[in-house]
Nanobody, 124 residues
Framework: QVHLVESGGGSVQSGGSLRLSCSAS????????MAWFRQAPGKAREGVAA???????TYADSVKGRFTISRDNAKNTLYLQMNSLKPEDTAMYYC??????????????????WGQGTQATVSS
C-alpha cells in the first residue's frame, strides 16, 4: 500500500512563495508517475504539474513559469516550488501517484494513490 503525506502549505501574501513536499512510503519503485493537483472550495480538482521517472515535466497553463515540480527518488519525495503566488492559487494541494503514466496526466481518476492534502492560502 502506497502512503503519501504532503507538507509545506501555509499562508502567504500575493507574490510570495511556498514549497510543498510529498513524502511517499510503502514502495521503493521510482518509476511511479507523480503529480500535484489542487482543489479550491466549490471547484473541481485540477492538475497543476506532473513528472515522470526521467524528470520530464508537464504543467498546467495557469502555473507555467511560476511553479516547478521535482522529485528526489532516493528520498521518495516529490516537491512543488510555487513562486509569484496569486490569490487564485489558493486551494488544497494534493499529491498523487500512478504505477504508470496515465493517458491523461491531469485526470484525477487515473491516479491510484492520494495524500490527505495541504492548504495553501494566498492573500492579496
Amino acid at each position: 500500500q502506497v502512503h503519501l503525506v504532503e507538507s509545506g502549505g501555509g499562508s502567504v501574501q500575493s507574490g510570495g512563495s511556498l514549497r510543498l513536499s510529498c513524502s511517499a512510503s510503502g514502495y521503493t519503485d521510482s518509476t511511479y508517475y507523480m503529480a500535484w493537483f489542487r482543489q479550491a472550495p466549490g471547484k473541481a480538482r485540477e492538475g497543476v504539474a506532473a513528472i515522470d521517472s526521467y524528470a520530464r515535466t508537464t504543467y498546467a497553463d495557469s502555473v507555467k513559469g511560476r511553479f516547478t515540480i521535482s522529485r528526489d527518488n532516493a528520498k521518495n519525495t516529490l516537491y512543488l516550488q510555487m513562486n509569484s503566488l496569486k490569490p487564485e492559487d489558493t486551494a488544497m494541494y494534493y499529491c498523487a501517484a500512478s504505477p504508470g503514466r496515465p493517458l491523461y496526466v491531469f485526470s484525477p481518476g487515473l491516479y491510484n494513490y492520494w495524500g490527505q492534502g495541504t492548504q495553501a492560502t494566498v492573500s492579496s
